[in-house]
């Protein structure tokens, strides 16, 4: 299997991406794994965030029309990903990172998925529906932090993944706290 | 202006956080892709309204999105900050050497320029009120479709090149 993938990038496709020297190739692979992620993933927590009570004046059915808008995202960073993983096949597949991202990414698209067929329904099911939104936002941090370290080695990318923890805490933290002290008015704004 | 720019453009504390942790760097990524994910995603589903995509929604309900893509600029603009200050620990070369001829990170804040522009325009000229008052399937005035187009085409430049910054000049040694 490896050497399969050693194959892969040994083709002159692969090449060019990994090696010309130009904006053309990997650079421009990697601008369009940004712009497929801006596309996918600010989608995605806009729905989470409309579940969770933020900005609940939008239409709930309304934001059905920006789902193309993910897909197309999803489409994008699978095509871009692909290419960027042959470029160096082996150290990717052998880089637990870049299996742990890619559970994130499932975890978080089959949650964003559940809360898109939910958009709908009444608010009953809304315990649910915050469970799932929950669970996609914590998996598209662990996505981005993952998908981010593939480019350092093995001893950085726990080092920098205990730090976004940390970091996470103390937004969270601060959040919670700014929302239980904030009065009644700027709450019923959020909520 | 040169000492004062190379003054204030090299952070000696922010040098040796970098070189202290080896995961100070890529934690400042992270939050600069976060970030970015926050703010270029809710401004462009903002912007598209107002060039008149799904008229179903209320701007003024869409604007409660708002605080947070500010959460995002919070995010991008102190590890972005944090990234040219204490980029000598990486590059050895001085930011301001960097600024000065590195076409993409120039472009970069060229378009912000444009950007900070457009959202004066925004609000100087009564669009932010105007679109405000439009309830349900009400379509934006020309000037906010304008505005809207602007702001997400500046946007999406604006990632473009910043991707790129550690393809041009003087910034080799730093991570794509």
């Not at chain 2, 050895?92 to 950007?115: D, P, R, S, V």
Request: net charge positive; aromatic share 12%; with cysteine.
């Amino acid at each position: 299997m490896l050497s399969l993938l050693d194959a892969i990038g040994n083709t002159g496709f692969a090449i060019f991406f990994r090696e010309a020297n130009t904006v053309w190739g990997y650079p421009t692979v990697l601008v369009a794994h940004a712009y497929g992620m801006i596309l996918l993933v600010s989608v995605s927590v806009v729905i989470i965030l409309r579940t969770l009570g933020y900005a609940s004046g939008v239409p709930l059915a309304a934001l059905r029309k920006y789902v193309p808008i993910m897909w197309v995202g999803l489409g994008v960073n699978a095509l871009s990903g692909v290419i960027l993983f042959s470029l160096d096949g082996r150290t990717f597949a052998t880089m637990p990172a870049i299996w742990i991202k890619l559970a994130a990414i499932a975890v978080a698209v089959v949650c964003t998925r559940r809360l898109i067929a939910g958009l709908n329904k009444p608010a009953a099911q809304a315990t649910e529906g915050k469970g799932l939104a929950y669970t996609a936002l914590v998996a598209w941090v662990i996505g981005t932090t993952a998908g981010r370290v593939t480019a350092y080695d093995g001893m950085i990318q726990r080092q920098t993944a205990v730090a976004v923890v940390l970091l996470a805490v103390v937004v969270v933290a601060v959040v919670a706290f700014g929302s239980q002290r904030a009065p009644a008015g700027e709450a019923g704004r959020r909520g | 202006m040169e000492s004062v720019l190379r003054y204030i453009l090299r952070w000696p504390s922010v040098e040796r956080l970098i070189i202290a942790y080896a995961w100070f760097w890529p934690l400042l990524e992270v939050m600069h892709f976060v970030g970015i994910v926050l703010l270029v995603g809710i401004v462009g589903m903002f912007d598209l309204r107002l060039m008149g995509f799904a008229k179903e929604i209320p701007i003024s309900s869409l604007r409660r999105l708002l605080p947070w893509a500010v959460f995002g600029s919070v995010l991008t603009f102190t590890s972005g900050l944090l990234f040219v200050t204490g980029v000598y620990a990486n590059v050895e070369i001085h930011a301001y050497i960097i600024l000065m001829n590195n076409t993409y990170l120039q472009l970069k804040l060229l378009f912000l320029g444009i950007l900070g522009l457009n959202l004066a325009a925004f609000y100087v000229t009564g669009v932010s009120r105007e679109v405000d008052e439009l309830g349900v399937g009400q379509d934006t005035p020309t000037m906010a479709k304008v505005i809207g187009g602007v702001s997400l085409f500046f946007w999406l430049a604006t990632v473009y090149v910043g991707r790129l910054i550690v393809w041009g000049k003087f910034t080799e040694g730093l991570t794509p």
